[in-house]
């Protein structure tokens, strides 16, 4: 599936990859930690772990301590992640992003602070973007910074950050001005020096790693903190939500390969009427459709990526691959617990959480019908926002 696309090198970087997951991860994640919150400690041990492989070093180039992989390699070792464990692919997820980020527009001595503990694996960034009050429209966000001398004085309320209790860090998106498009600028706030106060958020999935509410209540952060300068915050959010989308994308891959992968296994193994149910003609028809949207979903998937290599706008593919990935995942974890039966709706089989994994993947990143807006907008020239 999709293996016609990858060069020897990039298999050798999977398979070594896949051995380590399946050795060590999936037990830790589907079994031992399934559904309950891994400790900050054995999270930071597994990124260690994962660093070395490529994961969040990947996107991070030579001359800054990273590997400097190319974007169809990263994403790839990525999607193999995911397959294994969802909640894992989050932290991974927004290290790498963050690592990104702080490479690409942090001025030098953030970049030197900040960088490195990133690509060892033993400190955790959250993004804020997301407010109570602000979800789709990025344009309204109220978490405010005010100048006081040679600080910012930052108050306001972020939510549904993703590592945000596992943080060392936040990149914040704050109002700086009332520009609507140059009135946000990307503040770091040091949690250990300025301090935030963190809420873990329950959800109907992805329990494993954490995402929280974060309160900032009078933080004073010095202005040597701004990344890439007052009012840019908007502009540089959305260019980078067109490579993390495809991320996203491939978040949606993997729970629905992993679906289709439990799928298969159980249609060969489980009997009724007198033979394996894979021998009937409708499972046989289920299975064809889910692994289509499957290699439907990576070759969107990596179409995109490719486009990001090769710097050419992908803004319209990366949202195609983010909304058909995703809510293919939704589709295909359903029909994999369909195959199951009465099994597939216990804890005694993977599909049942992945269908509640698969719920999660077309709200992060922009929602389904933000990225249907997108490509609207994209084939037409006309926004409909
Ligand atoms: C697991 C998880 C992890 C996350 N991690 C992070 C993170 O690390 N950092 C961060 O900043 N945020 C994060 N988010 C937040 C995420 O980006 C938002 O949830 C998402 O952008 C949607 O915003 P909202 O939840 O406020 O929904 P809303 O914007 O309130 O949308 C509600 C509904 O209205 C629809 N809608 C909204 N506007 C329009 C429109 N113009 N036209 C048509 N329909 C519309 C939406 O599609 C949706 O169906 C995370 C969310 C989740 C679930």
Not at 57 to 64: D, F
Not at 117 to 132: A, H, K, N, T
Request: aromatic fraction near 6%.
């Amino acid at each position: 599936m999709g293996h016609v696309f990858r060069t020897e090198e990039q298999q050798m970087a999977v398979d070594a990859l896949k051995r380590f997951l399946d050795a060590e991860i999936d037990p830790l994640f589907n079994k031992e930690y399934r559904d309950r919150f891994v400790p900050r400690e054995v999270m930071a041990g597994v990124m260690q772990r994962l660093t070395e492989f490529g994961l969040v070093t990947g996107v991070v180039g030579e001359a800054h301590g990273g590997m400097g992989l190319d974007w169809l390699t990263t994403l790839m070792l990525y999607e193999e992640v995911v397959a294994t464990s969802s909640d894992l692919s989050v932290p991974v997820l927004i290290n790498s992003f963050g690592a990104h980020l702080l490479e690409r527009l942090a001025p030098a001595p953030l970049r030197e602070r900040y960088l490195p503990g990133l690509l060892r694996g033993e400190q955790f960034v959250s993004i804020g973007i997301s407010e109570p009050d602000v979800g789709s429209n990025v344009l309204e966000i109220k978490t405010r910074a005010r100048r006081d001398g040679d600080h910012w004085v930052i108050n306001g309320e972020k939510t549904w950050i993703s590592n945000g209790s596992y943080s060392d860090f936040l990149i914040c998106t704050c109002r700086t001005g009332d520009d609507p498009r140059r009135g946000l600028t990307h503040i770091l706030i040091d949690r250990h020096e300025h301090g935030y106060e963190v809420r873990d958020i329950h959800k109907i999935a992805l329990n494993s790693q954490s995402t929280a509410q974060i309160f900032l209540s009078d933080v004073r952060v010095p202005i040597a903190n701004t990344i890439a300068g007052e009012g840019e915050a908007l502009k540089n959010t959305l260019s980078l939500f067109e490579r993390s989308r495809v991320f996203v994308a491939a978040q949606g891959l993997g729970v629905a390969r992993r679906a289709l992968e439990e799928a298969v296994r159980y249609a060969k193994d489980r009997r009724q009427h007198g033979k394996v149910i894979a021998g009937h003609q409708l499972i046989a028809a289920m299975l064809a459709e889910m692994a289509t949207s499957v290699d439907a979903a990576r070759l969107l998937t990596y179409r995109a990526a490719e486009m990001i290599e090769a710097g050419v706008p992908a803004e319209m593919e990366a949202a195609m691959a983010k909304y058909f990935a995703c809510e293919s995942a939704v589709k295909i974890a359903r029909q994999a617990v369909q195959v199951h039966g009465g099994n597939g709706v216990t804890r005694e089989f993977l599909v049942e959480k992945l269908a509640r994994e698969a719920i999660v993947m077309p709200i992060p990143e922009g929602t389904t019908q933000v990225q249907q807006l997108i490509i609207g907008r994209a084939l037409t020239g006309v926004a409909a926002f």
